[in-house]
């Protein structure tokens, strides 16, 4: 074979390990790069999980208490009724 063929022939395998090494390794960092970015965003996402249910929390006992005020008017009316009718 003649100096030239075995040139590009070298130059075409070492070009293909090369990329293949430069791949993996890109790979690498951007799967290390994805991890950390999923872990950083984990406290936030629970963070905000957190102050949802808080607010879900202080609306329910708001309901609660507006309930137990109808309840008592009512039942207030309910006895002021009786005793207008003496019964």
């Given at each position: 074979m003649t100096?030239?063929?075995l040139?590009?022939?070298g130059a075409s395998i070492l070009g293909t390990f090369g990329?293949?090494?430069a791949y993996v390794g890109a790979r690498r960092r951007a799967l290390r790069a994805e991890a950390a970015l999923a872990?950083?965003?984990e406290p936030t996402?629970?963070?905000e999980l957190i102050r949802a249910i808080d607010a879900v929390a202080i609306e329910v006992e708001r309901?609660?208490?507006?309930?137990r005020y109808l309840?008592?008017?009512v039942g207030e009316k309910g006895e002021s009724a009786r005793r207008a009718?003496?019964?």
């Open positions: 100096p030239f063929i040139l590009v022939f990329f293949g090494i872990a950083r965003s996402q629970t963070a309901l609660g208490e507006g309930q309840t008592r008017v009718s003496g019964t």
